[in-house]
T-cell receptor, first 112, second 115 residues
Framework: AQSVTQLGSHVSVSEGALVLLRCNYS??????LFWYVQYPNQGLQLLLK??????LVKGINGFEAEFKKSETSFHLTKPSAHMSDAAEYFC??????????FGKGTRLSVIA | ETGVTQTPRHLVMGMTNKKSLKCEQH?????MYWYKQSAKKPLELMFV???????ENNSVPSRFSPECPNSSHLFLHLHTLQPEDSALYLC??????????????FGSGTRLTVV
């Protein structure tokens, strides 16, 4: 069975500062990994995904994530936070044969 | 229209009412999902339909009844709900290939309030 742990239910950064949202996964097979963003009263939007190949994955809105097998991590980063980045972020994992398993989410606040 | 469309966006219903949530995907995907998102709780997978066949039902109470008439449409029929069923109900679709995962496309959700 797979699982996802997102460290920190709430992260607060200043505008222009580095964004780092942490995600650790558990999977007995090579994982497929995803980051989603959710704005208030909206559905989830795919930010980026890791399937195979390059371990540094670039997504929309300047976000990127690095798959580190040895650390079972897939942390999400953005060099410079913008006010519009304030949202809920979800990490998810799949084996390819099972539905996505989501983490509990991390709420990102951006302070002016 | 593209993507995944959910209607209605907002729904208020009494505990004795019967209502239905609708989801439609225009992406040619072969799998569809219902998720429940409650405040301060993780996303809960409710139902999975793959090629119109229900492949997963995560111990959802019988007051929630899904229907998938074709690969583009998914319904969630509601009856005699409880106040704790108030939540954001999200529909998603994906193109499922054995051994592969490309991620899901979500609709904007239906905000359900049970009074």
């Amino acid at each position: 069975a797979q699982s996802v742990t997102q460290l920190g239910s709430h992260v607060s950064v200043s505008e222009g500062a580095l964004v780092l949202l942490r995600c650790n996964y558990s999977s007995s097979v090579p994982p497929y990994l995803f980051w989603y963003v959710q704005y208030p009263n909206q559905g989830l939007q795919l930010l980026l995904k890791y399937t195979t190949g390059a371990t540094l994955v670039k997504g929309i809105n300047g976000f990127e994530a690095e798959f580190k097998k040895s650390e079972t991590s897939f942390h999400l980063t953005k060099p410079s936070a913008h006010m519009s980045d304030a949202a809920e972020y979800f990490c998810a994992v799949s084996s390819g044969n099972t539905p996505l398993v989501f983490g509990k989410g991390t709420r990102l606040s951006v302070i002016a | 229209e593209t993507g995944v469309t959910q209607t209605p966006r907002h729904l208020v219903m009494g505990m004795t009412n019967k209502k239905s949530l609708k989801c439609e995907q225009h992406l040619g995907h072969n799998a569809m999902y219902w998720y429940k998102q409650s405040a301060k709780k993780p996303l809960e997978l409710m139902f999975v339909y793959n090629f119109k066949e229900q492949t997963e039902n995560n111990s959802v109470p019988s007051r929630f009844s899904p229907e998938c008439p074709n690969s583009s449409h998914l319904f969630l029929h509601l009856h005699t709900l409880q106040p704790e069923d108030s939540a954001l109900y999200l529909c998603a679709s994906s193109q499922e290939t054995p051994g592969q995962s490309y991620g899901y496309t979500f609709g904007s959700g239906t905000r359900l309030t049970v009074v």
